[in-house]
């Protein structure tokens, strides 16, 4: 790697990266800079408390629900693969009644939300409070779709047609932390590594996970997820797609050619840190603990592994 440049001792610069991580010096990996607060609310939001109310998307038909079997979605495919990532990053076009300058919004824009929109939103609500309850209680692979609707006080077809697969009451599609991660990236500072970025935000949302206001939400997430293969199963998937995602991106900016191995050892090397801290967090609230003390366990412990990652692993675990 470039930042070995001058450094002829391998497990020499990983101490000093590691020793520098964990004082806080700042000489080989940068304390990450403040995050938007909001983006990092949104982001540790859906790692900690997923069975919370998520808007409706465009997607979701908002008529009757349909007698025609729920289908298993297909995972869109990540920015670059086939549709191309300019078209991907391109901003949609704005409708042709959107508010702008000299022009007045909607009515309905002024009004907020219809009534049937609200009805809609109280009865998503009320399936995904049901859902929970009854996750927490019997566990996601003891409940039936069936039951949901019961306590929800709907009918079985309404929960499909708000959520077409059972995970989805865990899980989103697509999880607001692809986004975040790839914009971490996209906006990162000239000279800064793509590892670098993507770990810095990796280590600041996962820390979160520490403080007193996540604590509840980490412990309920690790119950209901590690008590159920099929919510294990759907969790690997989606990091096997944000794994691919980063992947496509940093050989979109390095202009890597097919096969080349580096933007998927990088990419798999960022989420395999967000894999591990996660898994801490999760064990360290069971087991009780959280706040201050957590928070900067879990930093420390981040920014330990990043720069492990930064300066590679030639002189770690030597054999003795």
Do not use: C
Not at 170 to 197: H, K
Request: hydrophobic letters at 45%.
């Amino acid at each position: 790697m470039q930042e070995l440049a001058g450094l002829p001792d391998p497990e020499a610069a990983a101490a000093a990266a590691v020793r520098a991580a964990t004082e806080g010096s700042g000489k080989v990996v940068q304390e990450a800079p403040p995050a938007d607060d909001a983006e990092l609310t949104e982001t540790v939001n859906v790692l900690v408390a997923p069975l919370t109310v998520r808007p409706t998307t465009a997607q979701e038909s908002t008529g009757d629900p349909v007698d025609a079997p729920p289908v298993e979605p297909v995972l869109a495919p990540a920015d670059g693969v086939a549709t191309g990532a300019a078209s991907a990053d391109a901003p949609a076009p704005a409708p042709a009644d959107a508010p702008g300058p000299g022009r007045r919004p909607r009515r309905r824009d002024r009004r907020g939300p219809s009534l049937r929109e609200q009805r809609r939103q109280r009865t998503r609500e009320a399936i995904v409070d049901a859902a929970a309850e009854l996750f927490t209680e019997r566990g996601f692979d003891h409940v039936s779709v069936m039951e949901i609707a019961q306590r929800a006080g709907v009918v079985e077809k309404t929960v499909f047609n708000h959520f077409p697969v059972k995970e989805g009451l865990v899980f989103e599609a697509d999880p607001p932390m692809r986004a975040a991660l790839l914009d971490a990236v996209r906006r990162r500072p000239a000279g800064e590594s793509v590892a670098a970025a993507a770990g810095n935000f990796v280590v600041a949302a996962m820390s979160q996970l520490g403080s007193p206001a996540a604590a509840e939400g980490v412990a309920e997430m690790a119950r209901v997820i590690r008590g159920s293969r099929t919510l294990q199963g759907r969790e690997r998937e989606i990091l096997g797609t944000l794994t691919d995602t980063l992947a496509e991106q940093i050989t979109l900016e390095t202009r890597a050619a097919a096969g080349e191995l580096e933007p998927w050892l990088a990419a798999n090397a960022v989420l395999g840190l967000y894999s591990t801290l996660l898994e801490l967090a999760r064990d360290r609230v069971l087991a009780g603990a959280s706040g201050p003390e957590l928070v900067a366990e879990l930093r420390t412990r981040g920014q330990r592994g990043l720069a492990l990652l930064q300066f590679g692993l030639a002189g770690y675990a030597k054999r003795r």
